[in-house]
């Protein structure tokens, strides 16, 4: 079955930076994760989850408004791996982020996919 393990999560300062890496397991030889649209979403305190970032299968990308220009979307398809850079981190971005794998549809927006990972804290100060 499909697997999705987050890493690289932690404590950031305000303008500062982290890197968020998904392990991807579980899918086939004939139709491998890099045939889907894979996302970092994020849940703040008290508040819904949201999605953060998309990446399609075609390596095209989508971005939540707030961290257009700051945070990049990446995916190492050798590895199995999905990467989420985030720079000039701000303590709005703080929350539990999960990777995602079969987003659907395949935009920033989206809430919705097949699978999830166990998510990892982000906490920004």
């Known amino acids: 079955h499909v697997q999705l393990v987050e890493s690289g999560g932690g404590s950031a300062q305000a303008g500062g930076s982290l890197r968020l890496s998904c392990a991807v397991s579980?899918?086939?030889?004939?139709?491998?994760?890099?045939?889907?649209?894979m996302g970092w979403f994020r849940q703040p305190p008290g508040k819904e989850r949201e999605g953060v970032a998309i990446?399609?299968?075609?390596?095209?990308?989508g971005y939540e408004d707030s961290v257009k220009g700051r945070f990049t979307i990446s995916r190492d398809n050798s590895l199995n791996t999905i990467y989420l850079q985030m720079n000039d981190m701000k303590p709005e971005d703080s929350g539990v982020y999960y990777c995602a794998a079969e987003v659907f549809p395949c935009r920033s927006y989206s809430n919705y996919a097949e699978h999830w990972g166990q998510g990892t804290q982000v906490t920004v100060s």
């Open positions: 990446i399609d299968s075609d390596l095209s990308t």
């Open positions: 579980g899918y086939t030889d004939i139709t491998g994760s890099d045939y889907y649209c």
